[in-house]
């Protein structure tokens, strides 16, 4: 297969060895070279994917959403609840105004949580330097996974009837109708939006981008080689379960974890339990837990912790065998 | 004029009434401004993605920080 990325690792070289005069073999060399080439790469494809998957949501307004899921059982509604939840990462801060909407549309608690599981979890700034770092092959296992987990776990959920351990008050709340956005947007509207949502992500991401490209970058050039493979390795059960509780309450910037990941994986640690850690670290965080903690009662947060945890490990072990 | 912002206090809700205070400072309008952050109200306004605008009970824009043509156009109006 043709690299498309060949370009860029030959600018890298020619920045790193030529223009910098770092003779290759050495440490430096290997850091400085991976942190050029990471950095070009994870931002143009954040640009790119930013940009079409914005687009795309132009089309798919949360009002939309409820409206099509409402009162709908079934496994293929989970599976669409899921695939929505791919495509529109919500900053948790609107994670509730849009469980309560969904609730009040008579979206099943089971498909609301499907949603709720995949939304940050499948998103495209992550997707973007998962495919820039550690490949596509490992992107879409990723994207799979993280969508049929959304599937498996908002299903469970539903299955155990657990709509009593919803905050009472959510289902007193009537939802107006005012603020349905126009829907006549034309293709250079839906563009600007898009370009708007580029200009605004990579704002925030870049920083921690920068951040763990570097760290990613100095690990990379001066770990010993094979480090993790000896201490994290898949000979090691305790692993993927170990970094997957490190993730869950870790409140961190994906973006810098996934570069320093790629670097982790470099020196032996296994791919399926990176992923599980980068899960992880997406698919539940403490401040998220805090807001839903609003309108949900613990027994619920409890069971929807314990079904995406033990999911995500099941996952890392999967990808370890598999791979 | 009654500005309301809906948002339950995330980094764009911030920027929100920064930029609409900056505004009725520049233009010299008279409003008043009230964060709304209780979910009843902001669904009652049919909002579901935040930060969103109200003026005079009427969603201005929802999900996104406005930019200062926005403002300017809605309290001059």
């Known amino acids: 297969m043709v690299d498309i ?26 850091s400085v070279n991976f942190i050029i080439y990471d950095v070009m790469k994870i931002f143009m494809l954040l640009a790119v994917m930013i940009f079409f998957i914005s687009y795309i949501r132009t089309y798919i307004t949360p009002e939309k959403t409820r409206k099509v899921l409402g009162g709908k ?8 609840a899921s695939l929505i939840g791919t495509v529109t990462p919500f900053c948790s801060c609107s994670s509730v105004p849009i469980f309560i909407g969904f609730v009040e549309a008579g979206v099943p608690l089971g498909v609301t949580f499907s949603f709720l599981i995949t939304s940050p979890l ?6 973007a330097a ?26 469970l959920i ?17 939802v107006g109708d005012q603020a349905k956005k126009p829907e006549d947007l034309n293709i250079k509207e839906r563009a600007t939006i898009a370009y708007e949502s580029v200009k605004d992500i990579v704002g925030k991401v ?26 994290a390795g898949k000979d090691n059960p305790l692993a993927v379960p170990i970094a997957v509780l490190i993730g869950v309450p870790l409140y961190s910037n994906v973006m810098a974890m996934i570069p320093v990941m790629e670097s982790l994986i470099g020196k032996g640690l296994p791919l399926g339990t990176a992923l599980a850690f980068l899960m992880a670290v997406n698919a539940i965080s403490l401040p998220e837990i805090i807001i ?20 995500i490990i099941f996952t890392g072990y999967m990808f370890n065998i598999i791979m | ?11 764009k809700c911030k920027k929100t009434k920064e930029v609409i205070e900056k505004v009725l400072k520049e233009t010299g309008v008279e409003a008043e401004v009230i964060k709304v952050e209780d979910f009843e109200t902001i669904l009652n306004y049919g909002v579901m993605v935040t930060p969103a605008v109200v003026i005079d009970g009427e969603v201005k824009l929802a999900g996104k920080a406005p930019d200062e043509k926005d403002i300017r156009k809605w309290i001059t109006e």
Do not use: R
């Open chain 1, 5 to 30: 990325f060949y370009p860029l690792q030959w600018i890298a070289d020619k920045l790193t060895y030529e223009v910098f005069g770092i003779a290759p073999d050495t440490h430096l060399g290997a």
């Open chain 1, 73 to 80: 059982k079934g496994l293929h509604y989970h599976l669409l």
């Open chain 1, 122 to 127: 499948v998103n495209e700034a992550a997707v």
């Open chain 1, 130 to 155: 998962l495919w820039a770092t550690i490949g596509l092959k490992a992107t879409l296992m990723y994207v799979i996974s993280g969508t049929l987990l959304g599937v498996f776990g908002g299903y």
């Open chain 1, 158 to 174: 539903g299955f155990l009837k657990m709509e009593e351990y919803v905050a009472d008050f959510v289902y007193k709340i009537k």
């Open chain 1, 206 to 231: 870049w920083i921690y981008v920068i951040i763990g490209v570097t760290l990613g970058g100095i690990f990379h050039g001066y770990a010993p080689e094979g480090i993790l493979a000896k201490y």
């Open chain 1, 292 to 311: 839903l903690k609003k309108v949900l009662k613990n027994e619920l947060i409890g069971v929807f912790v314990l079904i995406v945890t033990v999911s």
């Open chain 2, 1 to 11: 004029m009654k500005i309301e912002i809906l948002g339950t206090g995330c980094p």
